[in-house]
C-alpha cells in the first residue's frame, strides 16, 4: 500500500519555477522496520510552482433515503474533523428542533473509499418536511483549510431504506464460493451466517480487503460441491454493509457447483529485506494462529560442509499470505532455506506440510 506525506514549509516560501532538492534520510523506517531505499539517503529534484491549495468547500449534497444524506467536498477531507458528528447539524425547520446525525462516514461503493465524500447517518426524515443540514469545522485533508459554516436546505420524502444486497454468487471450486453485494461490507460481516442447501457446512467467511464488496465463504471439505449441482444460499444473519445495514435475512439466491479443486498453498517469495530480516510471501492465505507461529519457520544454513539449524528470534504479520522474520545469525554467504512446519489455509480445512524455499539474498 503506498503512503505518502504532507510537507508544509513554516519559515520559508518556495519561489515559483525554481529547482529545489528533498534529500530523504535513509534511516527512516517503514511500519515494519525496514530502511527505505535500503538503508541509503536518496535526493529528489522538483520545480515549485505557485499555484495554492485550494480552500475546503461543499460541492453538494443529496437525501438518498430517509436516513441518509451524501455530502461532497471539493477535495478530501481530515478524517478526524470530517466524520466528526458534533460538526453536521440538522435542524426541522416546522418544529425548529436541533439534531446530530448517529454516525459520519467516508462514502464507498465497489471501486474504493472516496475521501472527499461523507454518509451523514440522520434520524429519520419525513415527507415533505424542510430541513437544513448545516456544517462547519470540518478541514481539507492537509488542515490548510476549514468549512466555517455551510447550510443547505432540502424536503424529506419518503423513501424505502436501502439495504445491501447480493448482485452474484459464483462457485470458485469445490470448496469456495464468493458472494457479490451490491454495498462494500463492514468486517464484522466475517463472523455472520450463511447457510447452504443439502447442509453444506459453512468453516469461514472473508472479505475481500481489495473489493470489499465480495464476501468468500470457505466450505468443510467433507462437503466438497458437486459438479453442475444446483445448490441455494441463503443470508441468515449477521452480514451487514460498512455503514452498518444488515443484508435482509432469508435472501437468497442460487449457484452451480464446480468441478476445480483448491490450488495447494506455496511459498511464492522469501527474501532479505534488510541484514536480519526477511519477508515471506505466501501463494494464498493462512489460518491465523499458523502464520504467527513463530516455531512453525525453520532455517537451514549450508556451506560446503558446514551445516546449520536455527529459528527466527521475532515475527510480524504483515497480512494473512505475508509475513516478516526477525533473524538473530547473519551469514556472509552459503545457503539457506526455510522449512516450515504444518500450515492450514485460511478456513483450516485444508493442512499443507513440507513448504520450503531457498531465500533470496536480493
Do not use: C
Not at 446525525?101 to 424542510?130: C, F, H, S, T, W
Amino acid at each position: 500500500m503506498k503512503k505518502s506525506v504532507f510537507i508544509e514549509l513554516l519559515e520559508k516560501e518556495m519561489i515559483s519555477n525554481v529547482e529545489y532538492e528533498l534529500f530523504v534520510r535513509g534511516d527512516l523506517q517503514s511500519t515494519f522496520k525496514m530502511n527505505i531505499n535500503d538503508g541509503q539517503g536518496i535526493k529528489y529534484s522538483f520545480s515549485a510552482v505557485s499555484r495554492e491549495i485550494d480552500d475546503i468547500e461543499v460541492d453538494s449534497i443529496e437525501v438518498l433515503d430517509s436516513y441518509y444524506i451524501l455530502v461532497e467536498y471539493n477535495q478530501d477531507v481530515d478524517y478526524d474533523s470530517a466524520l466528526k458528528t458534533s460538526n453536521y447539524m440538522i435542524t426541522n425547520l416546522i418544529t425548529g428542533s436541533v439534531s446530530k446525525p448517529y454516525n459520519v462516514n467516508y462514502y464507498q461503493d465497489e471501486d474504493g473509499i472516496y475521501k472527499d465524500q461523507v454518509m451523514v447517518r440522520v434520524p429519520a426524515l419525513k415527507e415533505d418536511v424542510d430541513y437544513r443540514l448545516g456544517i462547519s469545522d470540518v478541514k481539507d485533508a492537509y488542515k490548510q483549510s476549514r468549512v466555517n459554516h455551510y447550510e443547505d436546505e432540502f424536503s424529506g420524502e419518503e423513501t424505502e431504506k436501502i439495504l445491501p444486497e447480493i448482485y452474484d454468487i459464483e462457485a470458485l471450486n469445490k470448496t469456495t464460493v464468493v458472494i457479490e453485494f451490491s454495498h462494500p461490507l463492514g468486517k464484522d460481516s466475517e463472523r455472520g451466517r450463511v447457510d447452504i442447501s443439502n447442509d453444506t457446512d459453512v468453516e469461514a467467511l472473508r472479505i475481500d480487503p481489495e473489493m470489499p464488496t465480495k464476501l468468500y465463504v470457505y466450505l468443510d471439505k467433507g462437503d466438497a460441491l458437486k459438479d453442475d449441482k444446483d445448490y441455494t444460499i441463503t443470508i441468515k444473519s449477521g452480514i451487514e454493509d460498512y455503514l452498518g445495514r444488515n443484508v435482509k435475512g432469508g435472501e437468497k439466491d442460487d449457484f452451480t457447483g464446480v468441478d476445480e479443486a483448491r490450488e495447494s498453498i506455496y511459498i511464492e517469495e522469501a527474501k532479505y529485506i534488510s541484514d536480519n530480516r526477511v519477508w515471506v510471501k505466501f501463494s494464498d492465505l493462512i489460518y491465523k494462529s499458523d502464520i504467527k507461529d513463530l516455531d512453525k519457520y525453520e532455517f537451514e544454513y549450508s556451506s560446503g560442509s558446514v551445516e546449520k539449524k536455527f529459528y527466527a528470534s521475532d515475527i510480524q504479520v504483515v497480512s494473512q499470505d505475508s509475513v516478516i522474520l526477525e533473524l538473530d545469525v547473519q551469514f556472509a554467504d552459503g545457503d539457506i532455506i526455510l522449512d516450515l512446519g504444518e500450515m492450514r489455509d485460511y478456513s483450516g480445512e485444508y493442512k499443507y506440510s513440507s513448504l520450503s524455499r531457498t531465500i533470496d539474498r536480493h
